[in-house]
Structures are given as C-alpha cells and as structure tokens.
C-alpha cells in the first residue's frame, strides 16, 4: 500500500498529469451525464431554422438540419469516448496476446507472428486504416473492430520484449522445473511486468483512437448518421467553414481538449514509470 | 554555444520567412493571367470515362459535350425538345412509314465538317460513313452504355452525306430526336480514330468534331481542351477551356474568390448561393435541370409490401422540409415522376389532387394507417446511402421524418459507385434516385417497366419498386404499368402521348410505387466576366462553353 | 558497416513481398466493383459483365495475383480499371508532390525541433519551457486536416497570400514552393511538435547519465557537456523515432493532400478506394510501402553509423 501512496503522491504533483485528469474527467461525466446535460435530441431536425450561429437558444448554433450544435457536441463525447476505449482494449487485448504467444513460445510461431507484426506496423496507421475500413464498412461496431486491428500489432511489439526478458529469468525456468503450467507462468510473472507499461501506452492511445476515428470520419469512412461524432461533425462542416464555422471549430476544438487531457495523462503516466524522467 | 545556436535558428526562419514573403508577393501578380481560356471546376473526384458511348456521369457528360457534335442539337442553354436544331445535319428530318409497317429518317448531313486532329491524323472530312459507325457502335451493348435507347434500330449509309435510320416500330419526333442529338449515344465519333488507336485509347483521348479539341487529361486534377480552329460553327473565341475536378466545396470557393478559376459548380443549397453571391465580382447562376430525386419502394421486402405501410411512409414524407434544406431557390415540389413545369407531360399538383395522390404530410393519418396495416409501433429498416451531398441529405431527411412515425432507418452510408452497385442488386429497401432523363418515356421506361427490374428483369436497369412482377394494391393481382407505358411510346398524336403518360404517373401514385419528392437544379458562381454567349434557361449537366463564348477583358 | 546495411536490406525484401501479397488480397476483398463504378447510371447487367471482362476480373483472383507480381518486376503497375490509362506515369507524376510535402516537413520538423527540444530541455521548469511543452503538446492532440484547414482560412482568404488549390508546376520550383507553404507548414508544424518532446525527453534523459556528471564535476566547460557528451547520445533515439514520426506523417499527409486539393499518393488512393479501382489502389499502396521500407531502411542505417555499437550486433 505505501507503494501504492507513492505514486499517487508523485502523480498529484505532476501538474501535468493532474490537469489532464481534471479534463479527462470532465469529458468523461459530460458523456456520461449526456443524457441530462444535453439541452436538445440530437437527431431531432428543424429544417427551417439551419444554419443559425450561436445564439440563447442554440448555444453553439444549429446545423445544416436545423440540430442543435451544443447537444450534438455533447452526445459526440460519448461516442468519441467509446470508440476510443473499446478499440484501444481491443487492441489491448489482441495485441498483448499475439505479442505474449510469439514471445513465449518462440521459434516459428515467433518468427511468424512477430513478422506479421512488422508486417503491419510499416505501414502508416491512417492508411492501414483507411483500407480496413473501406472493407469492413461503416458503423460503430466495424470502426471501434478497425481501429482495434491497426493498434493491436503496436501493443504486441511493446508486449514482445519484456515477455523474451522474463521469460529467461530463473524464476521462470525454476517454476518450469516445478511443473507451472504455462499459463500460470504467463498470468503470474510475464503479465504484471508488462501491464504498467501497456496501461500508459493505452491511456495515451484513447488520444490517438479518437483522433483516428475523426480522420477515418473525415474521409467519409466513419460512423453513420444521423448519429454525431466529432469527425463526421467536422466533415459536414466543412463545406460550410466561411459561412457556417461553428459547425466545424466546436467539435475541433472538443477533439483537441479530450485529446490533450489524454496525452497530458499519459505524460504524466510516463513521469511516474520511469523515475529518471521525473522532472 | 546555445546563444549561437538560437542565433541560428532564428536566422533561419527569418531567412524562410522572407524567402516565402516575397515568392508569394510576386506570384500573386503572375497569377493574373490575361490569357482566353475558361477555367471551370466541378465537385467530382476525376473523369470516369472520356468515350463518347460510355460517359454516363455528369462529370464526363460535362466533356464529352464540348468535344463532339450529334445530328441534331439542343439550342445551347434550353433543353426543350420543341427547340431541337440542326447540327451535322442540315435539317429536322421527317419521317416515313414504310410498307412493311417500319418507320424511316433520313439525315442529310453537312458537307466540309473536319475531325479533330490526332496522334499521326491532321483531321479529316466526316461522312455518313463515320456517322453510321458511331451509331452502330451506340447501339453495341458492349462498347456503349446507350444501347438501350438503340434497340430495333439499324443504320445505312446510303451516299457519301446521307444516313438512314429505320426503325422496327415507329415513334413520335418527340421520342426519336432526343436519340441523335448531343447527349449519349447521338453524339458522333471519328471513326478513323477508333479503328486506329482503338477502345482503350479513345477512353481517354476522345476524338470528335466539336468547338473544343481535347488536349491532356491530368487524373484527379484536370482535363485540358483548345480551340478547334476549324470547327464548322465558326472559331471560337475562346483559346481554351480547363475542366477541374475539386470534391471540395470550400477549396473551389477560395480559387473562384482568387481568380484562380471562372467558373465553378456550387452544392446545391441556397445558403451557399446566396453567401457567394455577396461576394465582390462574383455571379451566381441557378439554372433549372429535369433533376428529380423520388423514393422508389422496394414492393417485395416485407413490409413494404403492403400498400397501407408504403402509403403511411408518404404521408410522413414532407416535401417542404427537402425544399427547405435543398433551397427554395434550387428545388421545388414535384407530384409525379415526370417534374412538372421542367419536362413535358409532368403532372401538376392541381391533377394529382383530383384523385387525392399529392401526399401531403400527415402524421395523424400515416400512423393510423400504420396501426391499420399491422404495425403500431412501426419497424427497422436498413438502409443505403451515397455519401455523395445529394443522396444524403435525402436518406437523412428521410430518416428523420420517417422517426415521428416510429420507423427507425438503420443509415450506412458508402461511397457513390458501392451506393449505385448495391441498388442495382436488390438489396435496398427503399431507393432515392436522383437522375435527369429526357422524356418521360425514358423515366418510364427505366424504373417501372417489368422488364426492366433490378437482377431479375430481361433488360435490367433501374426498376427497383418491381412493379410489373408484383401484386401493388393486394388484390391478388399482378400489377403492371407495360402495357400503358408501351402505349404512350407508339402513339403518334402528342395530346394523347401526354395524356397516356399522365395516366402512367397516376397510376404510380394510386399503386404508391414511388413517392416523387423534389425537382432540384444547378447552382454555379463565376466571375462577371464570363460572357456565355447564350442564355441559360436549361443545362443537364453544367454550363457549356460553345464557339460563342468568350471572357471579357 | 557494410555487411550491416546488406543484411537489413536483405531483410527488407521479403518483408516488401509480403506486405505487397497482403495489400493485393486485402484491397480484392473491398465490397462493390469498379465496373459499376463506371458504368454507374445506364449499367445494366450484360453492359457490367462485359466491362468486367475488358477489365481483366473474370480471370481467377491467383491468375491476377501472378500477373500482378510479375508486372512489379517489371515496373509495369498496370493499368487503372476505370480510366484504363497506365498507372505507373501517374504514379510518377504524383509522387514528387508527396515527397515534396513529406521531406520539406520533416526538414522544418527536425530543423525547428530539434533547437526547440534542446532550449525546453535546457531551461527546464521554466516559462520557456511550460510554454513550449504545452504547445508542442498541443500540436500533437490536433488533428492534421483541421489544422490545414484553419491555415487555409487565415493564409490565403483572409491575408490573400497564398493559392489554395493544386500543386504548382512541378517544374517551376517557386510555384512548386508557392503552392507547398501552407500544407507543407501544417504538416511541418505537426513534426516540430513530435520532435520537440521526443528531443527534450531524451536529452533530460542524458543529462542525469553518471558520465555526464562526472563530466562536470571535472569541471569541464557546460559547452563542451552539452555538445561533446549529451548532444550525441541524445541524439540516438530522436533519430529512430524520426523514421518512425516520418511514417506518421505520410499517413496525415492524406489528408492534408484531400484539404488542400493538391495533387499525391493520398489523393490518388482515396480516390481509387471510391471507384474501386483496385490496381491504381494496390499500386498506391506498394508505393507507399516502398516509402516506408526505404524510411525505415535509412533509419537502421543511420542508427547504425551513429552509434557503432549496433553494426556489430
């Protein structure tokens, strides 16, 4: 537990970390609470009031249907905030197994997956993401599978290496000796060395899922209407930027905060991991 | 040393800076060319195809038109068929009913026409042998996607300058013109080039007789064309017109505002016309177009199959909100398939009232018919959109109107050419279309014919509601609109022609086989110097330069 | 050093192979069917198997495969489904837009992050220093198109100081650079924020390093610490993870490509994704895959010369 306390005190004083959390949580109750934040039903259209800048009764104007711009911002949080966690635990989850196979077990199953892993991580991940989402198509579901597959080689790369190194201590091999099953030596030694390493790299990649999912919408690959992402929100707005650019700047403006409060975290994160880095 | 290395840096960007200031100042007086060529940019991503026989997309149309002449023509700017005029050849034809019951034209044709130039080809005089190759080839499923219009036709050559058509069945000028003039299929080809170079080339490198020869295609940025000096109209006064393909709106706004382009298309919303209207030195053009959008219902994927769920989906539908969000000023309420007050024989709101089919907005009524048919708490659809502006804003409308009445549309949106596969194969619900045809028989002909049915139908094309292989009204009966729509193409006396096709859109609303929603037009902003040389009343696809036009200094 | 490089670029090609297999099998698998896409309007259904035919798809997918590898020996990328021209010329046209816009930010990136990153790290807890780091921070929680977007906004509408479509004559360089500023600025911008923090952290890093202590308690000069000692080790890690932000910034120039409307490998492809032109797509993307092989291949390399100790791993 003293350990424990450690940390929190250290993380407390990392202005960074802390300011970062304030925000994420923030971002984290507007989306849970959107329910009753939002003043307006997103989806519901008043054609012939478009178009209308901010205003009393449209905070942050209306858009090219006449929805409320503020209530689809805020209903957009939980979305952005869902996308981002589902796909980095997604690709969490596959990652770390393929990393933690390849390491153990090594030989061919090795060779193989760690060179499918290369294979995949040369490539720039918008683009590798361009292209699975062109064949899995539109939609939540398919965009959160997405974007879950293009991070899922980066965390096996993070998860492969400390796997090799536990995997030759003596602790292990003593273990071995007893006749630990694999699993268990899995579970019990190479998983919590390797965790405070991969829940930094996923508090920090949130950030990047959801910078991913407003690309991916911006290029016409994201979620479906009518339902309101950041991404899709500055896509339609585009069109209208000179005339319109609430549509465009709020949603912007809400990507570049949660993402902020995300890296902010993971810097902090990164801090208290390495001691060497404490500033 | 880390004084020496901020010196440095800022040295650097100071140097930078400077270099960019003045590269940018000078341009900027460059950039003012005084040259003759129009530069124009359309919302497309790139040309699909340069032939002639397979530019089906407004992107390629917007080409093609400038490069090639038909037999006869539109009067630039009015697409009315009353207007017809003579273009390669010298006059209307009329025509003859032979003894065995086939009808005849006869098109004499123009003498001294040239070709454009091409690779190792300075041009030569068209004859009816060019015409008759390309109207075979209009007419070849294989190398034209107009053949459609071509069937139970053949072409003779019968001198140097005279082209015979005959037909198996006769059919009215009003029907048999629009086939030769310039727009698809009618649009004649130097055969010469073909039989050179061959398909492929010609896809890319199109080879006609119009004011404007091609030049150079640039994918994904733009199609170059110059002055055709011997064109048989007369030189036009332009040297050149550049074609650009920007899918973004704001990117062609700013290049308009700069002067970098004169011509550019708008999306098709009143805000943005009138937004860019207020600009200094820019003029807004709204001109009308037989564009419709109008929902088709896919009558054999349950529950649209019951005539009382697709009568309540209309009565939720609201033609003032897609006026509303498409602009008063670009769209107007259409009551039948065919637009009326923008194609001949277009029904009007006063005869669809007649027999209570105009459908106005009534949620009371659609959820009680709803509950009538079965369905109270109503159903889910999953639906497919384009993304492309137009599509989707017609789904979303959809979708959201649809909502009050308990209807919830599952949207996935995909790219256009996915949308246009997807619908051609059966799987859609409900379809909007948004198309422009030339006549109603076209219309008719195209999405409600039998055989015309998507997958199943003998000529599939675009029939997607399956009416003619369907029981529509539950009466246990097949019903099918063949028969009225194979009579108003035979009948030889217009007022009757009208009347029948009248008939054809009644009977598409008694049946609620589709739900026509709006007309929509053209929007395009350009600089006041553009002086077209006619007036535009009409355009299909986007504004045509002719020989005539010209850029005032 | 010699035998090093080999044996990366050795290795390098069967990991090209497989990425090109993977691309050709992954790009087939797309729903639609560039056909239609040509067709689109008028098709009817013999028109679109017809079509197919010309386009060489009714041929079984491993007859496509093989003929696809055999023409990347050759250099021959095929020709594009829709508009049926040869994709290698237009793959040459536009790729000096994409390295153009590539190198140039990463030149301003590296050129600007790297002083940036040694001054924040210098005056650590300072005011330089919260300033910078939260806006280099920022910069790296933006999105790229957004960015590119408000550039054009302010650049060339309201200062009127810069065009706001294409790429220029390639030919001409001071059009080329006119038409390169903002995009390559936005991207540049994005780099500089990458390489700041990656420069600061690592020199922080060296700086509590033993040998550099010991270095001062000598007492020799900070100047010669800074650029004798610290400078070159730190500089260790900030180059590989310039190959690394250099693969990023490929992928955000895709979007800046589509803002900006200017001609390159980002356009081109989302383009073909939409006509489903799949050889102008997989072609695109065994571009990029080369780019990125030979990024990474000169990362190795450089790592290599800078630090001996890897050559003889």
Known sequence: ?????????????????????????????????????????????????????????????????????????????????????????????LGTTMGVAAGYSGGLTDSIIMRVVDVLLSFPTLITGILIAAILGSGLVKLIITIGIVFAPRFARMAYGPTLAVKE??????????????????????????????????????GTAIMAEASLSFLGLGVSPPTPTWGNMIKSGIDVLASAPWLSLFPGASILITVLAFNMIGDGLRDIADPKLRA | MKQ????????????????????????????????????????????????????????????????????????????????IIPDLATEIPSSKVLDDGRQQWVFKLRQGVMTHPYDGNPGYELTSEDVVYSLQRAADPKRSSFAVDYSGMTFEATDKYTVQVTLDQPISA????????NRGGGLIVAKKALEDKGDDWFKTHPVGTGPFVFKEYIPGEKVVLTRFDKYYKGTPKLDGVEWYYMPSDSSRELALQKGELQVIEGPKEQAWAEKVASYPGVVVDSPNSAETIIAHFNMTVKPLDQLKVR???????????????????VSSPIYGVAPVGRMIAGLSREEAAKENLVFEQDLAKSKSLLAEAGYPNGFSLEVFTSESA????????????????????????????????RIRQNLDPIVFYAAMRPNPDVILTQFYLSDSIVVTGKKAITNFSHIGEVDADGDGQIDSLDDLIVRARLEQDSTKQVALWKEAQLELLRKMVSYPVIAIGYIFARSPKVDWGYEMITITDGPNPTEKTRLLP | MLKYAIRRILISIPILLAVVTLIFFLVRSMPGGPAVAVLGDYASKETIEALEKEMG????????????????????????????????????????????????????????????????????????????????????????????????LVFSVKLDLFPVVGGGDIRDPIDSLHHLFLPGLTLGLMMTAYITRTTRSSIL?????????????????????????????????????????????????????????????????????????????????????????????????????????????
């Open chain 2, 4 to 83: 020496q290395m901020r010196l440095i840096t800022t040295k650097l960007a100071m140097v930078l800076a400077a270099c960019v200031l003045m590269i940018s100042l000078s341009f900027n007086y460059a950039l003012s060319a005084g040259d003759q060529v129009l530069r124009m940019a359309n919302k497309y991503g790139d040309a699909k195809s340069l032939d002639a026989h397979r530019a089906t997309g407004s992107q390629d149309r917007l080409i093609v038109d400038l490069v090639f002449n038909g037999l006869v023509c539109y009067q630039p700017g009015n697409l009315s068929v009353d207007a």
């Open chain 2, 390 to 421: 137009t599509y989707r804003r017609a789904y979303e409308l959809l979708q959201a109107q649809l909502r009050k009445i308990g209807i919830d549309i599952k949207l996935s949106v995909v790219d256009h050419s996915t949308f246009h596969a």
């Open chain 2, 311 to 329: 009568q309540a989906i209309a009565y939720a539908i609201s033609r003032k909100e897609f006026v509303a969000v498409y602009g008063p000023k």
């Open chain 2, 174 to 181: 009003f029907l048999f013109l629009p086939k030769f003039a």
């Open chain 3, 205 to 313: 890093n060296v700086l509590r390093e033993d040998y550099v202590r010991t270095a001062r308690a000598k007492g020799m000069r900070e100047r010669i610490v800074i650029y004798g000692h610290t400078l070159r080790n730190a500089l260790l890690p900030v180059v590989s993870l310039i190959g690394v932000y250099a693969i990023v910034l490929i992928g955000s120039s895709v979007l800046v490509e589509i803002v900006f409307s200017r001609p390159g490998l980002g356009k081109m492809m989302v383009g073909a994704i939409g006509r489903r032109d799949y050889m102008t797509l997989q072609s695109v993307m065994v571009v990029y895959a080369g780019l990125v092989v030979i990024i990474n291949l000169l990362t190795d390399l450089s790592y290599g010369l800078i630090d001996p100790r890897i050559r003889y791993d």
């Open chain 3, 57 to 152: 798809l009714d041929i079984p997918i491993w007859q496509q495969y093989l003929v696809f590898l055999r023409g990347l020996l050759s250099g021959d990328l095929g020709k594009s489904l829709i508009n049926g021209m040869p994709i290698a010329p237009q793959v040459a046209r536009v790729l000096p837009y994409t390295l153009e816009l590539t190198l140039s930010s990463a030149i301003f990136g590296i050129l600007f992050g790297i002083p940036l990153g040694v001054f924040t790290a210098l005056r650590r807890n300072r005011m330089f220093d919260y300033v910078g780091r939260t806006l280099s921070l920022a910069g790296i929680s933006l999105p790229s198109f957004f960015l590119g977007i408000l550039m054009m």
């Open chain 1, 1 to 93: 537990m003293n350990a424990h306390s450690k940390l929190w005190r250290t993380f407390k004083n990392n202005k960074t970390a802390v300011v970062g959390a304030v925000m994420a949580l923030i971002v984290l109750l507007t989306a849970v609470c959107a329910f009753v934040i939002a003043p307006y039903d997103p989806l519901e259209q008043d054609v012939f009031h478009r178009l209308t800048p901010p205003e009393r009764s449209h905070l942050l104007g209306t858009d090219e249907y006449g929805r409320d711009v503020l209530s689809r911002v805020i209903w957009g949080t939980q979305i952005s905030l869902t996308v981002g966690f589902f796909s980095v635990l997604l690709g969490m989850v």
């Open chain 1, 169 to 206: 201590m003596e602790y292990v091999s003593s273990a071995k000796v007893i006749g630990a099953g694999s699993l268990r030596i899995i579970t019990r030694h190479i998983l919590p060395n390797i965790f405070g390493e991969i829940m930094v790299a996923g508090t920090l990649w949130m």
